[in-house]
């Protein structure tokens, strides 16, 4: 049967949109999602873990990606997608109609930044290089650019510096997200000195979230859907730990959706995963198989969602609809400041998680 968009629908009451993270960040609110559900805590996370499963993070870094350009005397809005592996950019731009190969553009909140236009895309998608790169780049764009906040986080004067700390995982590493993966926000040191004290192991790779993840689903028929290519990396020595965690019967767990594509793609028929570097389009849903992760560690996501696809087809549909249900009653927090849930893979055999 042919899924629909609107299959993924539900009402979510806007006072329930987190505009702030939780203070600490593990005392957000978990609901952990099983045969049964049960309201705990991020900081319980030791508690339902066991000792050899591997906790698998994404340690990409959120960059400031909103900038404003000057093309002459026009204004034109920028915000940075992707890194290409040649070292120029995808961006979305405002009035990018306008634009044309070779033209230049000057970003004047900082010093000597420019940008060439190298080609226009469709749906105001355009290739960029920049004037600087590596460390220099880095620092003209802390100077000229703003985070890309969600559109739901309401901040009419922009950004707060508050917002810069907070937008920002444990584990970023490596510069080049548009967005952040919000799951890792919810950790701490001394979480994550908990985990290991418990025999969790873990890992990261990078997945740079791109500013298509902002992008609703526009065709009814989910199948019809593309998602935008998201440029990832996972190391030789991460693909080694979670194949040996497997090996010793230690369960995968995903710290956020982000990291959950980025295993699939690299997996391969055996379930072994590999090193992977290059760009991803997986879109994980109802139908298609997940087979790289046991658990999953994932924020509430918005209704009609490629990210409420995608959990609805880890820990199935009808488990996640009452699940959310659950969550809207008691008032948990949704999106990216929001509470988080633990997800038990639907195929797997019932487990007591807590």
């Not at 040649?86 to 900082?110: E, H, I, S, V």
């Not at 994932?298 to 995608?310: A, G, I, Q």
């Amino acid at each position: 049967m042919t899924a629909r968009t609107g299959d993924f629908d539900f009402s979510l009451p806007p006072g329930l949109i987190a505009q702030h993270p939780a203070s600490p960040r593990d005392a957000a609110r978990l609901l952990v999602v099983g045969e049964v559900l049960a309201d705990r805590h991020v900081h319980d996370l030791p508690d339902l873990l066991r000792p050899g499963d591997l906790l698998v993070a994404n340690d990409t870094q959120v960059i400031p990606a909103q900038l404003t350009a000057t093309r002459g005397a026009a204004r034109v809005g920028i915000t940075l997608d992707q890194p290409l592996a040649d070292g120029t950019w995808r961006a979305l731009a405002r009035n990018a109609r306008r634009l044309r190969a070779g033209d230049r553009l000057d970003f004047t909140a900082a010093a000597d930044f420019s940008a060439v236009v190298v080609a226009v895309a469709e749906g105001g998608s355009v290739v960029l290089r920049f004037s600087h790169a590596g460390a220099e780049f880095g620092a003209r764009l802390a100077a000229a650019g703003a985070l890309a906040l969600p559109p739901y986080i309401d901040r009419p004067a922009g950004p707060t510096a508050q917002d810069a700390a907070d937008y920002q995982t444990i584990f970023a590493r490596a510069p080049g997200a548009v967005a952040a993966p919000t799951a890792g926000l919810h950790f701490t040191p001394e979480l994550l000195s908990a985990l290991s004290a418990r025999g969790v192991g873990r890992t990261a790779v990078t997945l740079h979230v791109g500013a298509g993840t902002f992008l609703p689903v526009r065709d009814d028929d989910v199948a019809r859907h593309r998602m935008h290519a998201e440029r990832g990396e996972i190391s030789e020595a991460a693909a080694g730990a979670v194949n040996d965690a497997r090996r010793r019967g230690g369960r995968i767990v995903c710290v956020g959706t982000t990291s959950l594509r980025l295993l699939e793609t690299a997996l391969d028929a055996a379930g072994q995963v590999h090193p992977f570097a290059g760009e991803t389009d997986i879109f994980l849903r109802p139908g298609v198989a997940i087979r790289s992760a046991d658990l999953l560690l994932t924020n509430f996501h918005l209704p009609r969602s490629t990210l409420f696809m995608l959990v609805c087809g880890f820990a199935g549909t009808e488990r996640m609809k009452a699940a959310y249900a659950h969550a809207i009653a008691e008032k948990y927090r949704f999106y990216s400041y929001g509470d988080a849930t633990l997800l038990q893979r639907v195929n797997e055999r019932e487990v007591v998680l807590f």
